[in-house]
């Protein structure tokens, strides 16, 4: 999946997570954190300049995407918001978590790859979920192509209502 699908993901979640009454500071805050947790399985990518192969534990689409990545993620930001004094630890973390496992959620929904390791780190084996709608993002600046732009708007389509529910304006206090 292209980055643009994982962002709407983390723009929707930010306007869930400020809710409808929040300043547009908070509000953009919380989008651009959530989109960056939407993002972050995908920090793998540095594999490829330390010649790890896509298919190892630690490749791409490997170990970032599990579940045990998920939790780990979502209870580092509990963590650090308990510390921090912040309220809301838990349903921050939950939510956090929840934004990081949709990462690998729609990447399975792809037509190419290896698929995603869920079950890192008892088992290396990556799957595909059986309905895969979302064509596979050219990797690198690949991206920057009629493919890589074809596969952006596809996404864009696709994820239509929570693009424009999390953009929609919201009403004057």
Same mark, same amino acid.
């Given at each position: 999946?292209?980055?643009?699908?994982?962002?709407?993901?983390?723009?929707?979640?930010?306007?869930?997570?400020?809710?409808?009454?929040?300043?547009?500071?908070?509000?953009?805050?919380?989008?651009?954190?959530?989109?960056?947790?939407?993002?972050?399985?995908?920090?793998?990518?540095?594999?490829?300049?330390?010649?790890?192969?896509?298919?190892?534990?630690? @490749?791409?689409? /490997? &170990?970032?995407?599990?579940?045990?990545?998920?939790? *780990? +993620?979502? =209870?580092?930001?509990? #963590? !650090?918001?308990?510390?921090? @004094?912040?309220? /809301? &630890?838990?349903?921050?973390?939950?939510?956090?978590? *929840? +934004?990081? =496992?949709?990462?690998? #959620? !729609?990447?399975?929904?792809?037509?190419?790859?290896?698929?995603?390791?869920?079950?890192?780190?008892?088992?290396?084996?990556? =799957?595909?979920?059986?309905?895969?709608?979302?064509?596979?993002?050219?990797?690198?600046?690949?991206?920057?192509?009629?493919?890589?732009?074809?596969?952006?708007?596809?996404?864009?389509?696709?994820?239509?209502?929570?693009?424009?529910?999390?953009?929609?304006?919201?009403?004057?206090?």
């Amino acid at each position: 999946m292209a980055s643009v699908g994982h962002v709407i993901v983390g723009l929707a979640a930010g306007r869930l997570w400020a809710g409808p009454e929040a300043k547009t500071s908070r509000l953009v805050g919380a989008m651009m954190g959530f989109s960056a947790l939407s993002l972050a399985p995908d920090a793998d990518v540095i594999a490829f300049v330390f010649d790890i192969p896509y298919a190892d534990a630690f @490749g791409h689409r /490997g &170990a970032s995407h599990s579940v045990v990545f998920a939790l *780990a +993620v979502g =209870a580092l930001v509990g #963590l !650090l918001t308990r510390l921090r @004094g912040g309220e /809301g &630890a838990l349903s921050l973390a939950a939510l956090s978590a *929840a +934004v990081v =496992a949709s990462h690998p #959620l !729609l990447d399975a929904m792809t037509t190419g790859g290896l698929g995603v390791a869920w079950a890192w780190p008892w088992s290396t084996e990556r =799957a595909f979920l059986p309905w895969r709608p979302i064509p596979v993002s050219p990797i690198g600046a690949g991206f920057v192509s009629a493919r890589g732009l074809k596969v952006a708007v596809t996404e864009v389509a696709q994820l239509a209502p929570l693009w424009l529910w999390a953009l929609w304006p919201r009403r004057a206090r």
